[in-house]
């Protein structure tokens, strides 16, 4: 459930990885890789906190990451049957 701070709403890490479709050791190393920069807002328990911006650009990069797999993976394959 997310959480309204200043009448910004922020989401928690659970949250974020089952909308991203993600594990949560992905995004704990994306977040160590600083895949995702400037993720600071944290609620009393020290929780990291996700805007919907933020959690935005980490799914631009799975797209991102997703593209590149299917472009190596579909040129590994045209290799695979010229041989």
């Not at 309204?4 to 993600?22: K, S, W």
């Not at 895949?35 to 935005?56: A, K």
């Amino acid at each position: 459930m997310p959480v309204i701070i200043n009448g910004q709403t922020y989401y928690r890490t659970a949250e974020v990885f089952r909308l991203l479709g993600i594990s949560r050791n992905t995004l704990y190393r994306w977040l160590r890789k600083d895949t995702l920069r400037g993720v600071e807002q944290r609620d009393s328990r020290g929780w990291r906190l996700f805007t919907q911006d933020e959690i935005d650009e980490l799914n631009n990069a799975i797209n991102c990451i997703t593209s590149i797999e299917r472009t190596v993976s579909s040129n590994m394959g045209y290799a695979r049957k010229s041989v």
